[in-house]
């Protein structure tokens, strides 16, 4: 442990400040959470109220006593790392305490009693759901791999679930199993919870919140909605209509081009859907209580799931591209949809998208057991423009509407690799596409006005 760079550091989800050991309880609270939830260190001689350095009298015996507390008190049994830190003549007690393998680790005679998570900078005691989560996880299960066992095949619409693998392949009943919609369970085919999550013709009676509630304010708060929906088809449908809805009240204006206009984003596109699918693979809908909320404000965007990061990750992860997948099904069905191209690799492409356009970058925060993505709209300083792209854009700007084999001619790029340019520029919203799909030989592409 590197004491002087810890204590420049604030507070927060794997780091906290104890000015001594005159309140054990809560000293152990935190090395349940971090064990729980993320790992962490706690430096022990660190005034927790204004981050000055007062060092610990007696630090041996002070050692000896935390080892035996965390060894008597914590179950399962909990081993955390205990050093001795000198700095300016001062000896702060370091625990470093790595995520476990073995949770729910508690307090006390009970999980379902003395379990505790870490949320931002705080120890919250876990409820019934993060404990039954905590075990799926130890175990390898993920919960929307579960089956229910009260419903039979016939639960699933099979109509919703072809319609969706339309564009793709034709689907058979065997797609079912090999899809983990539907599971054997004590002889049976029954449907998993994922599978009702994405294709039950009854979903929400078994998930009453597994829907989507989108608003526009007036302003930069909630005292005023000007128009508000509810979306309650099968999630992927659920998320185009969620798309369309954004994209009326994200563009700042319109672009005049040909006999068309073209709507000018003030967000990426590929931002916005990036966090619209996050928010549905990475849900933990354990979690009772409220939808998924889309909030559109005159500054932002904000999208809402129910569930924390997943148990191993925190929030400095996400822009470096750690990733772990929640719900297995609804990501392998994801996949197979083409609504997620490479495990792990949305973020990192939000995060390229918004610096392309001149945005800042999304801001992730964990609420309660809600999960919270941030994207503002203003600019902050001018789109940038890969060099390979200029020659593109720059026969753009010169024409109203090309095709991609007229922009490729006209650079001097194969087709391949204009479609390639193209794809990338239309995601970060620097290009607009007309036609039904890249591959429509009627589609057009315009310099989208910024």
């Known amino acids: 442990m590197n004491l002087a760079q810890l204590i420049r550091r604030p507070e927060g989800k794997t780091l906290e400040f104890k000015r001594d050991l005159s309140s054990p309880e809560k000293v152990l609270r935190t090395v349940v959470a971090f064990a729980n939830t993320s790992g962490g260190t706690i430096l022990i001689g660190i005034d927790d109220s204004t981050g000055d350095l007062r060092g610990v009298l007696n630090a041996r015996e002070e050692e000896e006593r935390l080892a035996n507390l965390i060894s008597d008190s914590v179950s399962p049994q909990l081993v955390p790392y205990v050093e001795l830190l000198r700095y300016r003549e001062k000896t702060v007690l370091g625990v470093e305490v790595y995520p476990s393998s073995n949770r729910p680790h508690y307090l006390g005679d009970s999980a379902e009693t003395g379990s505790y998570v870490r949320i931002g900078s705080t120890n919250r005691r876990a409820d019934g759901e993060l404990v039954a989560e905590m075990r799926r996880v130890s175990r390898g299960e993920a919960f929307d791999e579960q ?66 509630q989108v608003g526009r304010f007036g302003g930069f ?140 970058n999304p801001v992730w925060q964990e609420l309660g057991n809600r999960f919270r993505v941030t994207m503002k709209k203003q600019y902050e300083f001018a789109p940038t423009i890969d060099t390979v792209d200029d020659p593109i854009c720059e026969v753009l700007s010169e024409n109203d509407g090309l095709r991609t084999s007229e922009i490729a001619d006209a650079t001097s790029l194969s087709a391949r690799a204009t479609r390639i340019r193209l794809k990338k520029l239309v995601e970060e919203g620097l290009v607009v596409r007309t036609g039904t799909s890249p591959t429509d030989p009627q589609a057009r592409y315009f310099l989208a006005a910024i």
């Open 147 to 212: 089956p229910i066992p009260e419903l039979d095949s016939e639960a699933i619409d099979m109509d919703v679930f072809s319609e969706l693998f339309a564009e793709f392949r034709r689907v058979s009943d065997l797609d079912l199993d090999t899809l983990g919609i539907l599971t054997s369970y004590q002889g049976r085919r029954v449907p998993t919870i994922g599978g009702v999550l994405l294709f039950g013709g009854n979903r929400l009676e078994h998930f009453p919140d597994a829907w989507i």
């Open 221 to 360: 708060d909630r005292s005023h909605i000007s128009e508000q929906i509810e979306l309650r088809r099968p999630l992927p449908l659920a998320i185009e209509e969620a798309y369309r809805f954004i994209e009326r009240h994200i563009a700042s204006g319109v672009d005049i081009r040909g006999l068309r206009g073209l709507p000018r984003w003030q967000i990426p596109p590929l931002v916005v859907r990036e966090a619209l699918i996050n928010a549905i693979v990475h849900a933990d809908y354990s979690q009772r209580g409220a939808p998924f909320r889309i909030s559109i404000f005159d500054d932002r965007l904000e999208i809402e799931n129910p569930g924390l990061l997943p148990f191993g990750l925190t929030l400095d992860d996400l822009p470096l591209g750690v990733s772990k997948l929640r719900n297995r099904v609804i990501g392998r069905i994801f996949h197979e949809l083409k609504l997620i191209e490479q495990w792990g690799s949305g973020i990192v492409r939000m995060i390229n998208a918004c610096q392309q356009a001149g945005i800042p």
